[in-house]
């Protein structure tokens, strides 16, 4: 999914009021949760980085699908929720673009920082849950997701 413009703060809302009231119903589960996030701090990047890495043709094709419904411009200020290994993350830091990566995962964002610095580029990592990321979602041109 690729947000932008005055939807982009409409679209936020309506993800965090949904994952809100999911995990105020009662389907809830917090050892669910815990289960996802050890989940993806395990070896589940492993395969995903060799793919970037590689520049493989999954990574490629989704870089290419998201890119010809958004064109990266160097004034806007991008959001990437649920980062992963940094696929459009790293891709838009070299572009010169204003980008944060934001992810659940420890694994994944340890994963980005080291990438950012063997790439000699500077975005922005946040660790946190899509419910609540304590950024300003008016701060933001364009969400990746």
């Known amino acids: 999914m690729v947000a932008s413009g005055e939807s982009t703060k409409t679209k936020i809302r309506y993800a965090r009021g949904l994952m809100k009231t999911e995990k105020q119903s009662n389907n809830f589960d917090p050892d669910k949760q815990e289960e996802i996030k050890a989940h993806y701090d395990g070896d589940y990047y492993k395969p995903l980085l060799e793919g970037y890495l ?35 993350t790293l ?38 849950d899509v419910t609540d990321t304590k950024l300003d979602e008016e701060s933001f041109d364009v969400i990746i997701a």
């Open 91 to 128: 891709e838009l830091a070299q572009k010169g673009v204003d980008v944060v990566g934001l992810d659940y995962s420890e694994e994944s964002i340890n994963i980005c920082k080291k990438l950012a610095e063997e790439l000699n580029v500077a975005p922005g990592f946040q660790l946190a």
């Open 54 to 88: 590689n520049k493989d043709k999954f990574t490629r094709y989704r870089q290419r699908m998201v890119f010809e419904i958004y064109t990266p411009n160097n004034n806007e200020r991008v959001l990437d929720l649920g980062c992963g290994v940094g696929t459009f």
